[in-house]
Structures are given as structure tokens and as C-alpha cells.
């Protein structure tokens, strides 16, 4: 007997045999899934949503419009992509040069969020609750809880889980407006308080 569908295909969205598709997952107008793929539980993709083959989505992962995820891209749980942002995944593309080959390998991680028109090249780590802002152009990889701007991205600050933005004391101590949670900045690190 074959597994029931649990999750939700608008029916403009191309399905290909062979991705996953977990539990409560929604994707919305003229999105393709392609076959290889693993999108997780709850996660939710906007309409004109690309996702290539071999690439994996967590849980509770929100894609907005127009983003495509091309193969090499690996984005944890609780990770945001903004409307039309850009993943590449290859150094030096070139039309006439087939460089399959050569993809290279972008991670985003838990809670990370990426605002709208951003770009990633690849090759980089998004850190834990990163928060990469609208436009922003990511050549590096980006620290856990930095805050990023710019062209090419610049660190400017630090956010709570929250993203909310830290504002450390002299003692290295800072507290999420929104949640309470205390955070401490060490050796130009954030980590969370227990």
C-alpha cells in the first residue's frame, strides 16, 4: 500500500519522483521540487520556489518567492530565506564549461535568517541565528548571532535568537528584549546563557 501524501503541493507545483517531503510541509504556486531533494516537517515554500536535486531543507524552514536552492545547499531547522534571494554554487561559472563537478557546498544553520534580494556565494557558513540583512552580499562565512550588511557583507552587530539586536555591557553581557535570555560576548563570540 502506498504512503498517503501528508503534505500540501499547490496544483501548479511541480513534484519530481524521488525528493522527500515531510509532514505538514506547504508549497504554494509554480514551485518545483526536485527529485533528490529532502525538504523536513512544517517547512513552508512560496511561490516561483526552486529546490535542485540533493539538497536538503530541515524543519520548519520558510522559503519565500522567487528563491531557487540550488544543489549544495544544506539549510538546518527554523532557517528564514527572504523573497528573491540568491543561492549560488559554483565559484566561476561559465556557460559552455560544465563544472556538475565543481558545486560547492553552502550550510545554513538552525535559526539562521536571510533577508530579501541577499546573496550567498557559495562555499560559506551561515552561523547559528545569523542574521543576514536585506541585499546583503555573503562572501565569508558569517559567525553564530552576527548581525551582516552590506556589499560585500560587513559584521555590525550581534541578535538574540530572537533577532532582536545585542547591546553588550562592559561586563561582555547583553539581554534579548523579547525573550529575557541573557548572552555573553567572549573573544568576539556570542554564546547563550544557561
Not at 38 to 45: H, M, R, S, T, V
Not at 60 to 84: A, R
Not at 120 to 146: H, R, S
Not at 161 to 190: D, P, T, W
Request: hydrophobic share 40%; charged share 15%; with cysteine.
Amino acid at each position: 500500500m502506498k504512503n498517503p501524501i501528508n503534505y500540501f503541493a499547490h496544483e501548479t507545483a511541480v513534484i519530481d519522483q524521488g525528493s522527500q517531503i515531510g509532514k505538514g510541509t506547504k508549497i504554494w504556486h509554480f514551485s518545483h521540487i526536485m527529485s533528490d531533494s529532502k525538504i523536513g516537517e512544517f517547512c513552508n515554500l512560496g511561490q516561483n520556489v526552486v529546490v535542485s536535486p540533493k539538497v536538503i531543507l530541515g524543519n520548519n524552514v520558510k522559503v519565500q518567492n522567487n528563491v531557487s536552492i540550488y544543489t549544495g545547499v544544506v539549510c538546518e531547522d527554523d532557517v528564514f530565506l527572504g523573497p528573491s534571494m540568491v543561492f549560488t554554487n559554483v565559484i566561476n561559472p561559465r556557460s559552455s564549461i560544465n563544472r556538475k563537478l565543481e558545486f560547492k557546498k553552502t550550510l545554513v544553520k538552525k535559526g539562521a535568517t536571510i533577508g530579501a534580494n541577499a546573496t550567498i556565494i557559495c562555499g560559506n557558513t551561515i552561523g547559528e541565528y545569523a542574521f543576514v540583512g536585506a541585499g546583503t552580499v555573503v562572501t565569508k562565512n558569517i559567525k553564530p548571532f552576527a548581525l551582516v550588511i552590506g556589499n560585500p557583507s560587513v559584521q555590525t552587530g550581534w541578535v538574540s535568537e530572537y533577532g532582536h539586536k545585542l547591546n553588550f555591557n562592559n561586563e561582555g553581557m547583553a539581554v534579548c528584549k523579547e525573550s529575557g535570555q541573557l548572552y555573553r560576548l567572549i573573544n568576539e563570540n556570542v554564546e547563550k546563557v544557561n
